[in-house]
């Protein structure tokens, strides 16, 4: 069975940094567009960020262009979330995400094939 496994999250101060994981287990997911999206307190789910198979095509919300970095390493089937710069308005739980669809395609979307458990991540004023 394919699981996201999701991991990187803590309490940071803002300004400061954090780098998520997202480890592939059950099969191999180097042909997916993988991502990830933020859960705040009370609200639905929020697109961040997202990477196609080869890693070649990045996208991201506007509001962390230029602060946040997503790559991923096939080889270890694993994407990444350098965040930099944090806001408090970056806190929540923030969810890996893998698709068959482009990645390009994926803002304005909630459905997806797999999601991951999710990591908390808290920026502290």
């Known amino acids: 069975q394919e699981q996201l496994l999701e991991s990187g999250g803590g309490l940071v101060q803002a300004g400061g940094s954090l780098r998520l994981s997202c480890a592939a287990s059950?099969?191999?997911?180097?042909?997916?567009?993988m991502g990830w999206f933020r859960q705040d307190p009370g609200k639905a789910r929020g697109y961040v960020a997202a990477?196609?198979?080869?890693?070649?095509?990045?996208h991201y919300a506007d509001a962390v262009k230029g602060r946040f970095t997503i790559s991923r390493d096939n080889a270890k089937n694993t994407v990444y979330l350098q965040m930099n710069s944090l806001k408090p308005e970056d806190t929540g739980v923030y969810y890996c995400?893998?698709?068959?669809?482009?990645?390009?395609?994926?803002?304005?979307?909630?459905?997806?094939?797999?999601w991951g458990q999710g990591t908390q991540v808290t920026v502290s004023s």
């Open positions: 995400v893998a698709d068959w669809r482009d990645a390009a395609s994926w803002y304005g979307k909630n459905e997806f094939e797999y």
């Open positions: 059950g099969r191999t997911l180097s042909s997916y567009s």
């Open positions: 990477i196609n198979w080869s890693g070649d095509s990045t």
